[in-house]
């Protein structure tokens, strides 16, 4: 960043222009700066749903598309992260006690023998600030685990994330037994991590693979959406 | 004459030799690879490489290996790609099996090296391994593609779940192993030394002779 730059005041930018400044400092993975323009928009009378997806999701989503455009690299989008994850401190709680509109529930975790929660934590920051109620069950997860944690959350989805080939076919064991127990269709499930591919998602029977976490934000909205109709419908 | 590491990793080794069989390997294992063709007398034997530092993006090794194969098949009697599926999720086997030619077993160099069976007994969920290559190339693979020159705090968000470093030594080298440690330090966890010599490589190799 320039020293121009540098000496910019926060409080003093008028509410568009520091929006487009916390747009730039999410970019720039600035965490102090993100907090403080936060609590300026919640001194502003902000509501806490619309820090979170004007200034922080909008932000990410510029964030997530240069990294899927290769113009940003995981580092970056880890620093932005990291900034974001600082916004949503503050913001969790208030969205809480706000009644903010809750899209669906997820329930989401990297699947056993595998630590790499890189992207599994990403998507759950980004699927919290879309909305949705994230239940993040961390790593090396078993069946068992997944299956206790869909019977006591009840969510709509169900995220396994993988990083290792060696891991990935786990997900079709964990598929399989939801099969096997009858409850597979009670969930939307959503597959990703870097080896996998759409055709590894069709022949596990997951619902989809998501490519990154903007992918899966869309895509479990999309499954959301088609639930409700299906529910309107019926 | 062995290229230097440098240029196996990002430039890989246009065809070496006059044998019939070619080698199609990733820059990595080049050093590994000459010294098994050459202790066993397998002239008829080619290794050519592509850039090792597609081990980052190995979305990219697929095109890369096609590419190659197509480039050099009328060339060759016989191609073997001394690759194992390095995080292709079984997409570089589909396509090897389409274009016909034989790959190496195993996830990965750390699973051959220690061999398949034995890796897999093992079930180190959390340990990160270093080879002799990564060990001399660990700032170009790890720290600087990571970041971590720049931003050091982002080291527990890549390796806060791992507890160790194992270094697969494929060679005795007491500077290498004073480096790995150092590796070891720098992303804050255990280290073990293991050594491993070619493992599974040989035997892959030995099959192909």
């Known amino acids: 960043m320039s020293d121009e730059e540098d000496d910019i005041i926060l409080s003093e930018l008028d509410d568009e222009e520091l929006v487009a400044q916390m747009f730039d400092d999410l970019y720039d993975g600035l965490k102090e700066e993100i907090e403080e323009g936060v609590n300026i928009l919640l001194e502003r009378k902000w509501e806490p749903y619309d820090v979170l997806t004007k200034a922080l999701v909008g932000g990410m989503t510029i964030v997530g598309n240069d990294f899927r455009d290769g113009i940003l690299f995981v580092p970056e989008v880890l620093l932005a992260a990291n900034a974001m994850k600082g916004g949503m401190a503050i913001l969790k709680p208030l969205l809480i006690e706000t009644g903010a509109p809750r899209v669906g529930k997820m329930v989401i975790g990297t699947v056993k023998g595998d630590i790499h929660d890189i992207g599994k934590n990403l998507v759950g920051m980004m699927m919290e600030g879309a909305g949705f109620e994230v239940i993040d069950l961390g790593i090396n997860n078993s069946v068992e685990a997944y299956l206790d944690a869909l019977a006591a959350e009840t969510p709509d989805i169900l995220g396994m994330s993988a990083l290792l080939t060696t891991t990935m076919p786990y997900m079709k064991v964990v598929i399989d037994t939801m099969v096997e127990k009858g409850i597979r269709d009670d969930y939307t499930v959503l597959v990703g991590g870097a080896p996998l591919n759409e055709e590894f998602g069709k022949a596990i029977g997951a619902d989809a693979y998501c490519r990154d976490a903007a992918v899966a934000v869309e895509t479990a909205k999309e499954f959301m959406s088609r639930k409700h109709n299906q529910m309107a419908a019926g | ?209």
């Open chain 2, 1 to 209: 004459m062995t290229p230097d590491d440098s240029t196996l990793r990002d430039q890989g080794l246009a065809p070496q030799g006059a044998g019939k069989v070619l080698l199609l390997a990733c820059g990595a294992l080049a050093r590994e690879i000459l010294a098994v063709k050459e202790g066993n007398g397998w002239d008829h034997m080619t290794l050519a490489c592509l850039p090792a530092i597609l081990h980052n993006t190995p979305e990219k090794i697929v095109p890369a290996v096609r590419d190659a194969v197509a480039k050099h098949r009328d060339s060759f009697d016989k191609i073997f790609v001394v690759y194992a599926d390095c995080g292709t999720g079984g997409l570089l086997k589909a396509a090897c099996d389409e274009m016909g030619v034989d790959m190496v077993d195993g996830p990965h160099c750390y699973s051959f090296y220690d061999g398949n069976a034995a890796f897999e007994a093992r079930n180190e969920v959390t340990s990160f391994y270093l080879t002799d290559f990564l060990c001399r190339q660990f700032d170009a693979f790890v720290t600087k593609p990571l970041g971590l020159d720049r931003h050091p705090e982002l080291r527990d968000m890549y390796f806060g779940n791992y507890e160790k470093l194992v270094y697969q030594a494929q060679s005795r080298d007491a500077a290498l192993e004073e480096k790995a440690k150092a590796c070891a330090e720098f992303l804050g966890l255990e280290y073990e030394y293991r050594f491993t010599g070619y493992g599974d490589l040989e035997t892959a190799l030995t099959s192909q002779a």
